[in-house]
């Protein structure tokens, strides 16, 4: 049976994961800390995998840190948070069309590069109560974002370095990101 105290009872310590931007998908653990009635919440999200799809291989790691204001007074409802995120992928072309600069014909071969992306950060959202959680959040990230990704690609022995642009994408700019999360987990 129930009782007016179980009511008031905060879930501290929560575990989950998250789908979106810009972890794609990753764990996250939050801990609601017992001052101030239950309103801050440290937290730390991870993601790394890796995919292949055709001629193209690709490692994504991705870490986040922050802190959580609920509005509530038991770890839940409503909440803004600051962070900050690195997101790291080092992608890899098997076929990729290149130009040998020595004697000015195109080769097919292999080639990749690194990109980094470094936010600090600000969101809301919402999360909901209980042993099951369901989270919803959006925000706005500021960093380092390249305009420009450089190349080393290689075939037959030779190599050769190119910067291509980064292609227009909905919701990344220059110095910005749009950050958008779904998540669920349990907390206890």
């Known amino acids: ?4 105290l179980d009511s008031l009872t905060v879930k501290r310590f929560s575990i989950g994961a998250k789908i979106g931007i810009p972890s794609i998908v990753g764990g996250s653990v939050e801990i609601v800390l017992p001052i101030l009635n239950n309103h801050f919440a440290p937290y730390v999200n991870y993601s790394r995998f890796s995919l292949s799809f ?3 291989e690709t490692s994504l790691s ?3 840190f922050g802190a959580k204001y609920y509005f509530g007074e038991k770890g839940s409802g409503f909440f803004i948070s600051v962070g900050r995120n690195t997101l790291e992928t080092d992608i890899t072309f098997g ?3 290149f130009v040998d600069n020595t004697s000015l014909r195109s080769i097919i ?3 990749g590069t690194l990109l980094k992306i470094n936010t600090s950060n600000i969101k809301m959202g919402v999360k909901t109560g209980g042993s099951i959680y369901f989270l919803f959040e959006l925000g706005y990230g500021i960093g380092e974002i390249p305009n420009e990704l450089k190349f080393m690609a290689t075939s037959n022995g030779i190599t050769d370095s190119f910067i291509e ?3 227009s994408l909905p ?3 220059n110095n910005w990101i749009l950050l ?3 998540g669920f987990g349990i907390s206890f």
């Open 95 to 97: 076929d990729l069309l």
């Open 171 to 173: 919701g990344l700019g």
């Open 180 to 182: 958008g999360n779904v």
């Open 54 to 56: 055709r001629e193209v």
């Open 1 to 4: 049976m129930a009782t007016k």
């Open 165 to 167: 642009e980064v292609p």
């Open 62 to 64: 991705s870490t986040g």
């Open 109 to 111: 071969g292999s080639g």
